[in-house]
């Protein structure tokens, strides 16, 4: 079993930057793709990034391309989501999970997930 816990989350202004952190434990995800994921009220749970269990491929939704980085340090089993440039849309309980296989940007893809973190961008 895999535990997953999000931290870093926060109230940011328009512009400002945030910086996430999940940390595995139960067992190593040295080996497992990871994604970020995020659910704003009222609307359906979307994707936000992915990385390879190397790191070495990263995939990105569109409307974060450019302003949001995922990285992963396999040594402290502990997956990144540096958030800059944020909106006010970017407002939503972020979560992070992870996968067997290969990357995915599909949210159903992925086995395990942590409780999630709140992050909040006034204008």
């Known amino acids: 079993q895999v535990q997953l816990v999000e931290s870093g989350g926060g109230l940011a202004q328009a512009g400002g930057s945030l910086r996430l952190s999940c940390a595995a434990s139960?067992?190593?995800?040295?080996?497992?793709?990871m994604g970020w994921f995020r659910q704003a009220p009222g609307k359906e749970r979307e994707f936000v990034a992915a990385?390879?269990?190397?790191?070495?491929?990263?995939d990105y939704a569109e409307s974060v391309k450019g302003r949001f980085t995922i990285s992963r340090d396999n040594a402290k089993n502990t997956v990144y989501l540096e958030m800059n440039s944020l909106k006010p849309e970017d407002t939503a309980v972020y979560y992070c999970?992870?996968?067997?296989?290969?990357?995915?940007?599909?949210?159903?893809?992925?086995?395990?997930w942590g409780q999630g973190t709140q992050v909040t961008v006034s204008s």
């Open positions: 999970a992870a996968k067997y296989g290969t990357m995915s940007s599909a949210l159903r893809d992925y086995e395990y």
């Open positions: 139960g067992r190593t995800v040295s080996w497992n793709p």
């Open positions: 990385i390879s269990w190397a790191g070495i491929s990263t």
